[in-house]
Structure formats: C-alpha cells, structure tokens
Nanobody, 115 residues
Framework: QVQLVESGGGLAQPGGSLRLSCVAS????????MGWYRQAPGKQREFVAH???????TYVDSVKGRFTISRDNAKNTVYLQMNSLKPEDTAVYYC?????????WGQGTQVTVSS
C-alpha cells in the first residue's frame, strides 16, 4: 500500500514563503496525476493544485500566481512552492492523486501564516 509523507510546513509571516514536499513510499505515482489539498480549521478539505504526468498544472483561483506545483518522478516526490503567503492559507496540507484522491491520506503538514 502506498504511503504519502508530507513535510515542509511551519510558521510563516504574511508575504513569506514555504516549500512543501510529499514523498510516496512506492513509485506508483509516476503514472498518475498528483495534487495538493488543504483543510483549514472547521472547513472541509479542498483542492489546491494538481500536476499531470506531462507536467501540466491547474490551481484553485485563490492561489494562482502564488503557488507552484512540481514533481520529481525519480524521487517519488511532489512539491508545492508557496510564495506571498496569506493568513487564509493557514491549513493542514496533504498530497494525493488527482483529480480524485486514491491513496490513503498521509498525516499532512501544518502551515500557519501569522504575524
């Protein structure tokens, strides 16, 4: 069974940056679209971005121009570069397949944006 391990979260000031990583325990994601999702306190988990097997990307409107998703299939890793962070980006961030999550959810990584 594939395990997803997210890392790279932390506390950032508004306008700051963080880079999230997600490593899959097996290489089975190389042939899949991968995505990042987030869940803010008291809200449902929502889609943030996805990347296709050929590198095409899609973003939710609220992060366009600020976040960049990328992948390294050789390292079984997908990344999310987050710039110009806003307090409303505060959430636990998860990776999974896209457009529908298929693997078991990992533990996520907490991102807190606050001054």
């Amino acid at each position: 069974q594939v395990q997803l391990v997210e890392s790279g979260g932390g506390l950032a000031q508004p306008g700051g940056s963080l880079r999230l990583s997600c490593v899959a325990s097996r290489s089975s994601f190389s042939g899949r679209w991968m995505g990042w999702y987030r869940q803010a306190p008291g809200k449902q988990r929502e889609f943030v971005a996805h990347i296709t097997t050929s590198g095409g990307t899609t973003y939710v409107d609220s992060v366009k121009g600020r976040f960049t998703i990328s992948r390294d299939n050789a390292k079984n890793t997908v990344y999310l570069q987050m710039n110009s962070l806003k307090p409303e980006d505060t959430a636990v961030y998860y990776c999974n397949t896209a457009p529908m999550p298929f693997f078991p959810w990992g533990q996520g990584t907490q991102v807190t944006v606050s001054s």
